[in-house]
């Protein structure tokens, strides 16, 4: 579907057409809102001894209420130039679909706005976490180098224990070896001893 040309600042766009249609339909909307019923309810009294006064009155307040909020609406959109501006908007955004048209399959690059939130979140983070991820690498190396030098010295340490565990077995095998040699001799003695 071709887009239309750009309108003028003076004739209303796509935006600012929306813009009104959107405010007149809710303007609408809240004026139905106030029925004659609401509005009656408010009024008890005339509603029951004047009811055709009433409804008049009625109409009179919504009409007023609708010119007076039109009117106030119309100046706020020529006050504040609003018809230009969304046209300006207006093209601006049909510049962009142009431009998207035309990159479409290029491949020039991607729009940061089209990128998964997890890439943005890293492009954005990676300078500052740089560093940072510098230096606990850096400390992880030390530490991976001081634990190896601990298991080394535990390895030693565990060598030395079995030396001794080893040399331990030694000294208590020979004590058994004396205690039997002893325990012989010793029952010897003690028959002498009991024999004297």
């Known amino acids: 579907m071709p887009s239309p040309p750009p309108p003028t600042a ?26 004659y019923a609401h509005f ?10 004047r009811p055709a006064v009433l409804r008049g009155l009625w109409l ?43 990159r479409e399959g290029v491949g020039e690059g991607v729009v940061p706005h089209l990128l998964p939130p997890l890439d943005l979140y890293h492009a ?3 300078p500052r ?25 535990v390895r030693r340490q565990r060598e030395e224990v079995e030396r001794l565990l080893a040399g331990l077995e030694g000294v208590v095998r020979d004590l058994e070896g004396v205690n039997a040699v002893l325990g012989e001799v010793g029952v010897g003695v003690r028959a002498e001893g009991l024999g004297a």
């Open 10 to 35: 003076l004739t209303p766009g796509y935006l600012a057409t929306r813009l009104t249609t959107l405010y007149a339909s809710t303007l609408a909307h809240t004026l139905r809102a106030c029925s």
């Open 124 to 126: 954005h983070l990676a």
């Open 60 to 102: 009179q307040v919504v009409a007023k209420i609708e010119a007076m909020a039109k009117e106030e609406f119309e100046g706020i959109l020529e006050e504040r130039d609003v018809v230009a501006g969304l046209n300006r908007l207006e093209g601006v955004l049909e510049g962009g679909r142009g431009r998207r048209r035309g």
């Open 40 to 49: 009656a309810a408010c009024f008890p009294t005339p509603a029951a001894c």
């Open 129 to 153: 976490l740089a560093p940072l991820q510098a230096e606990l690498e850096d400390g992880l190396r030390r530490t991976r180098t001081r634990n190896e030098l601990l298991a080394v010295a």
